[in-house]
């Protein structure tokens, strides 16, 4: 269990630093790690995101008093924040650096992904997939996964709650048909999407329909001609 804040940077430090992500840790009430901020930022149009209430509006105006945007303090009631940014704004913190400020969100789900393709937004994990056993593994109960076998820091746990969203997403889009499979099979170095059972059977319903509607329109023209 975490009891100090040494603790909490060791082991952000411990997970993040080996992948390559740049660590830099703020305070706006006291205004620590600002001007390194501002550094790692200088040249790019940069997203501030992040849940409601951990202080992106007060970390901004800490970068640029002029920004005076408003914040609030986390609710009593719930213990979470409130979300004081309605809407994304683009901030000029110089000549050449930009950095856009979003609403806050509650919670970070992955219910909008199919789960072969969760792995891909985990930085560890990319050198590893093509390489497993089976196509389509998503890398947690499936033998021979290459994933499985590098990957074992903590944010694997993590990984695997984001395939359970993905895959009540799966199952909702399965009927609903609104989003396109982006399952590949290779043939002789091309790639083709793999459809649908629905989507073929629209597909033939629609075709049939074409077809008869041609036939009509052919034999009244026929029967005009004679």
């Known amino acids: 269990m975490i009891k100090s804040f040494d603790e909490i940077i060791e ?133 021979d996964c290459a994933v499985k076998e590098h990957v074992k820091d903590s944010r694997y746990e993590s990984y695997k709650e984001f395939v359970e969203e993905a895959k009540e997403y799966k199952e909702r889009i399965k009927y609903e048909g609104k989003k396109k499979e982006t399952f590949e099979k290779q043939n002789n170095n091309k790639s083709a999407v793999k459809i649908s059972a629905q989507k073929r059977q629209g597909s033939r319903r629609t075709l049939k329909q074409k077809i008869n509607t041609d036939i009509t329109l052919y034999n009244e023209k026929d029967e005009i001609n004679e």
């Open 11 to 143: 082991k952000v430090f411990s997970i993040y630093e080996p992948m390559g992500y740049d660590i830099i840790f703020t305070s706006a009430l006291e205004k620590l790690g600002i001007e390194d901020f501002k550094e790692i930022m200088e040249g790019k149009t940069s997203v501030l995101c992040g849940s409601s209430g951990v202080g992106k509006s007060s970390l901004l105006n800490a970068l640029n008093p002029d920004f005076q945007l408003r914040t609030k303090t986390i609710s009593e009631k719930t213990g979470r924040g409130t979300h004081t940014t309605r809407h994304c704004e683009i901030m000029n913190i110089s000549e050449n650096t930009r950095i856009i400020d979003t609403p806050g969100f509650s919670n970070l789900k992955f219910d909008f992904l199919l789960p072969w393709e969760v792995g891909k937004l985990f930085r560890e994990m990319r050198p590893f997939l093509g390489q497993c056993k089976f196509q389509n593994c998503v890398h947690i109960s499936e033998s």
